[in-house]
C-alpha cells in the first residue's frame, strides 16, 4: 500500500509520501517514493509514485533516462507539458506491460503525483493516471492524493485553503494527513519523505526524510492526538430531544 | 452510500447513521437506516443498516415480524443469540435473492450494526456480515463501522477508549465522524440519527435526528473546524535538515 500527497498554496507546494510497499500481507519492505529532478535556478520536479512498484520503477526509469540526456522533464516547456511526458512514458509501459498483467487479472495500475516549477511561471501540481491523462490541483481542490487516500483526507477538507495557507501550515497539514493514515492503516508506514517547496526557489531547500522513530514524527503524532482530545472535549454536549433527563 | 457507526464504551452504547439513499449518482433519497426494538425494562436494540436498500428492508421486515410475534429478538437469551437471529434472516433474503442479484453482477450486499442490553447483562455490540457471522466490538477495537467507513475513522482511532471516554464524549465523536464523512463525501448525507444508551436503562432515553440545517450539526462542524485549525497552529513547524535557510 502507499500514501503520497501533494499540496498547492499560494506560496508553493508541498510533497509527502510513505514508503511501505508490499505484494501481499506478508512481504513488506521499504522503498521511496519521492523522486527529484532539479537544474538549480531553471526546473524542479518532484514526483510522487503509487501502484505497483515494478511499474512505477519502469516509468521512473523512462522518465530519468530521457531526462539525463536533455529530453522529456529536460526541456518540457511548461509543467502541463512535464505532465504529458510523464503520461506518456506511462503509456509505454502500458504498452510493455498491460497485457500480460491482465491475462493474469493484474490490474495495470501506477498513479503519478508531478509537481514543479519552470523558470517564472507559476508552480503547478498534476496528478497523472494509469491512462496517461494528467489532472491539475486547482484553487478549489488544492491537494492530489494517490493510493490510500481516505484516512488522511478529512484533515485537508477541513483545513488546506489555497489562499490563506501558509507553505509551513500545509507542511504541518501533510505530516498530519500521513500520521492519521499511517494510525489506521497498518499497510502505510515510514520512513515518511516530505519536500516543502517555495514558489521561485527553483531548488530543493526543505527536504526531509522521518523514519519510524524520528522525535518530529512521535511529537506530531502525539501532541496531535492530545489536540484532538482537547477540542473534543471542548464542544458542547449532544442534546437529545428526550425524556427530561436527556444531557 | 451509507455511513453507520456502534460505539461500545464503559458506559454504554453510542450508534450514529446518516440517512442518505443512492441508487446511482443520479437517483439520491432519504432513508432512516436506524431502528430501535424495545421492551421496557427487559431488553433493548439498536439496529443500523448498510447496502442494497432492498435487501437491508427484506432484512428488517423479517426481524420485526418474528418480534412481534414475540420470537427472534424479543426471545433471545443474550446479544449474542440475537446477532445470530439477525444472520439467519441475513442467510434468509440471501437464499430468496442472491442467485437473482448474481446472475447480473450485482453483490448480495448487507451490512448490519445490532447493539443492546438484554436484563441484567452487559451491553454488547455486534456487526453482522452478508453471509450472517456476527464480529463483536472488543475493549480494544471499541466501534464498529459499516458502510464509507475510512473518513470517519481517524477521529475514532485517536479518540476513543474503551474504559476513560465518557458516554457524553462517544456521542460527541460519532457526530464528529459522521460530519467528517459526510464533509468529503457527498452520497453520506443527513439528517443524522443518534441513540445514546447508558448501560442499565432498558429503554432508549437519549435519541435525536439532525437535520441538515440543525443547529447543532452546524455547530459542531464549525466549531471542529475551527479547533482542528488551532490544534495546527500550535504544533511546531516542520524542521527540515537543509541548507540554512530552512525554517
Redesign the interface.
Known sequence: MTYCLGIKTREGLVFASDSRTNAGMDQVSICRKLHTLVQPGERVFVLLTSGSLSLSQSVMTLLKDDYQSGQGLATAPSIYEAARCVGDQVRKVGLLDREALERDQVAFNVHIILGGQIGKQDPELYLIYPQGNPLRATQDSPYLQIGET??????L???LRFESTTL??A???A??SLD??M??NVLVGPPVD?V?YRAGDLCI????RLAENDT?LL??HT???R?????????????????G???
Not at 481516505?150 to 484533515?155: E, T
Not at 531547500?205 to 526531509?208: D, G, V
Not at 482530545?229 to 425524556?243: D, E, G, N, T, W
Open positions: 481516505k484516512y488522511g483526507r478529512p484533515i477538507d477541513r483545513g509551513d501550515e507542511a504541518k497539514y505530516l498530519i492519521s493514515t494510525r489506521s516530505l516543502m531547500r526543505h527536504q526531509c518530529q511529537t506530531i501532541m496531535w492526538e489536540a484532538l482530545r482537547q477540542a473534543v472535549q471542548s464542544l458542547p454536549a449532544v442534546r437529545f430531544a428526550s425524556s433527563d436527556a444531557t
